[in-house]
């Protein structure tokens, strides 16, 4: 038996005549429509009746380590009583959390520039992070820290001004 051959004689095939010869050469059907799934257990099979499989040794060794591994005999069962729910449950709060924006960013798409050390430096704004040489990162502080291997502000190194601080005249602590 040629094993290139036969698989370049399988790959011609299609998913529904694999199929057929998967049932010929296993003798039981497969409910497997993965063309490269089938062409290379037909093969691995052909070959196996070919050249004889596994030796005897091997098949015993493996029917013991089968035997001796713990199998389930049964599936769990997919939902828990109620009481084992609630005595294994922890106790959780839900609190809500609003995720706003950063109000000093500009909307996300929105392109920052910088000149640093004669070179331009753009950052593209997305909705969770920034998008630099496309790489991308959590803050603009940790773009910063890739441009010039040190730390700084992020806000600060690409000139956005501070968020505007409440008004508190005439409030009394």
Known sequence: MNVGQLMSELKR????????????VFGEPTRSNHKEFLIRRIAW???ANEEGGLPERAR????????DADLRTRA?????LREEVQATALPSVTVPISATPDSRLPMPGALLTRVYRGKTISVRVLPKGFDYEGTIYRSLS?????VTGAHWNGYLFFGIAPPP?????GVQP
């Open 13 to 24: 095939m299609t998913v529904g005549e694999l199929k057929v010869r998967y049932a010929e």
């Open 45 to 47: 099979r052909a070959q």
């Open 60 to 67: 015993k060794r493996a029917l013991e380590i089968a035997n």
């Open 76 to 80: 769990p069962g997919k939902r828990l």
């Open 142 to 146: 940790a773009v910063a820290k890739a």
């Open 165 to 169: 601080k409440a008004n508190l005249e």
